[in-house]
């Protein structure tokens, strides 16, 4: 395949570069961002050219996307016109209501038809979608960490949907790369803060896809934190169960929701996961815990892995037919 990356220079971009450089279905055609550079990448050294939609959408089969929120939305046309395959990381594409984009993003989605085209792009959900999908909405890092941490107990109906409670704590590379006071190292170093309470553009997200799993409304609580480390989110769901039942039997639910699944791991009875488990793996790992009818699921991935670019490349392998471990 063909493939070509616009916003190659940021941290999800550059993660997505050294996952593709080691792709053996992989021909890299194009690399773009703001301005030509050169990057070194796992000792190598690559070129970077000034995006060109029109240069580039002659070289490529399949883009990606890794662009700042808002910005995808206008830069994926040329592509989509052309009948080329995209994979978008940011949100442009993953919320199926316009109207959340203006509350959440303060943006004024106009692209209606693709928006409705797009596939979510969580392989664990959506996999035969996406197989045959022209457009991919990659998932946001807390969202992929929160849905496969509730996803089974969802669709098998053993928790009460009104009472779902989030807590997430993320590395600062899910922040992006843009210079911002409050992700400063000396603003950053041994502290820890919630931020965006109740207000996170994620919130909406992890609510689409619970709903979807439920099939009628959730209401979930959704805090993040940011704490003093580069990458990496653990996610603790807090839900009430239906009934009571022993950790085992919820634990035998989720391994059967994931049994198929090679990138998400279900930890034994008492075992629990920590970011130290998944960085700089695809992988995401999961424990919980039962206490009468309150459970507590954990999950832990690498936001720019599993979160972002790793994912983004699940996708590429199943819309390309590729063995869906292909690079990863």
């Not at 946001?140 to 109906?157: D, E, F, H, V, W």
């Not at 807590?167 to 992006?176: E, F, I, L, R």
């Not at 279900?266 to 999961?286: H, K, R, W």
């Not at 999950?299 to 972002?308: E, F, H, P, Q, R």
């Amino acid at each position: 395949m063909k493939v070509g990356i616009v916003g190659v220079a940021g941290y999800a971009g550059t993660e997505l570069l050294k996952v593709l450089l080691n792709h053996p279905q992989v021909k890299l055609t194009w690399l773009a961002d703001q301005q030509p550079s050169e990057m070194m990448v796992g000792g190598r050294k690559i070129a970077v050219e000034k995006y060109d939609a029109g240069k580039m959408v002659k070289q490529i089969d399949l883009v990606f996307l890794a662009l700042p929120h808002t910005v995808s939305a206008k830069m994926a046309l040329p592509f989509l016109d052309a009948g080329k395959k995209v994979i978008d990381l940011s949100a442009d594409f993953r919320l199926r209501e316009p109207a959340l984009y203006r509350q959440y993003y303060n943006f004024e989605h106009d692209q209606i038809p693709w928006l409705k085209k797009a596939v979510y792009g969580m392989p664990e959900l959506y996999r035969e979608k996406i197989r045959t999908a022209h457009l991919i909405a990659n998932p946001g890092c807390y969202p992929t960490a929160a849905i496969l941490s509730i996803a089974p107990a969802l669709k098998n109906r053993v928790t009460a949907d009104d009472d779902i409670i989030i807590d997430a704590k993320s590395g600062v590379s899910g922040a992006g790369r843009a210079l911002k006071t409050d992700l400063l190292f000396v603003e950053v170093n041994e502290s820890i803060k919630a931020y965006k309470v109740g207000v996170h553009q994620h919130q909406p997200e992890i609510v689409q896809e619970a709903e979807v799993l439920s099939g009628h409304p959730v209401n979930v609580i959704f805090t993040p934190h940011l704490i003093p480390v580069t990458r990496g989110i653990l996610s603790v769901a807090y839900l009430t169960l239906k009934k009571e039942m022993p950790t085992a039997t919820l634990l035998k639910i989720y391994r059967g929701f994931y049994a198929k699944e090679t990138f998400v791991k279900v930890l034994d009875e008492g075992q629990f996961p920590s970011t130290g488990m998944v960085i700089n793996t695809n992988y995401c790992a999961i424990g919980m815990k039962v206490t009468g009818k309150k459970a507590i699921v954990i999950s832990a991935i690498d936001n720019l892995l599993k979160g972002a670019s790793g994912q983004a490349v699940q996708n590429m392998n199943l819309i390309c037919g590729f063995p869906e471990e292909t690079g990863l």
